[in-house]
């Protein structure tokens, strides 16, 4: 009896993203490809979106774990995502451009926001009381995950280090200060 784990149904989602596109994919299709029943699927997902969501967290979440609350830290983590996202190009490429209820912009959205959050209240930048910079890095990471979707969405035709460094760039002061706090400031940006 083979064993299924979560993450491994993830990379065969993924695999089958690079053969078949994305909205002709099934439930159904999808246990074909991997040969497991229904209730394998069933007892990891509960649709193919949490299946589709999961698998892009799959390698965010490897990238994130090494990512420290540096300014280069931060750099590491938006070019090895921009890496992982050429690593399996038609894959992610598909999820940009796939419109659901739980789409991929806003499931990447909460992540990115929820990673910077950590990280900021790592640092003393945070904190609950402070509305002002709660705002701040709302809405930051929403425009970098809107600039990093749309790069995505258009055919990544940027190198992923000319991301990072744009995201270095657009980085508010006070963000851009909490990070360099905690560890050097030299990085280098991509033209």
């Known amino acids: 009896m083979r064993k299924f784990t979560k993450r491994s149904l993830a990379l065969q989602f993924i695999q089958m993203c690079e053969k078949v596109p994305l909205k002709k994919i099934t439930v159904k299709s999808f246990l ?31 990238i994130i774990v090494e990512m420290d609350t540096s300014l280069e830290g931060i750099y590491y983590g938006a070019a090895q995502m921009g890496y992982e996202c050429l690593k399996h190009k038609n894959f992610y490429m598909q999820m940009a451009k796939y419109e659901t209820q739980n789409s991929f912009a806003q499931n990447f959205s909460q992540n990115v926001e929820s990673v910077y959050r ?58 851009r200060e909490a990070f360099e706090s905690n560890g050097s400031s030299s990085v280098t940006l991509k033209e």
Not at 33 to 44: E, G, P, R, V
Not at 125 to 138: F, G, K, P
């Open 32 to 62: 074909e490809f991997a040969d497991i029943s229904k209730q394998t699927f069933y007892n990891y997902f509960k649709d193919k979106d949490d299946l589709m969501n999961y698998a892009y967290g799959v390698a965010a979440d490897s």
């Open 118 to 175: 950590r990280k900021l209240t790592e640092l003393g930048y945070l904190t609950d009381s402070d509305v002002q910079r709660q705002q701040i890095v709302h809405y930051f990471c929403v425009g970098i995950c809107t600039f990093y979707v749309d790069w995505i969405y258009t055919g990544m035709n940027e190198s992923p280090d000319y991301v990072a460094s744009t995201i270095i760039e657009c980085m508010p002061v006070g963000i």
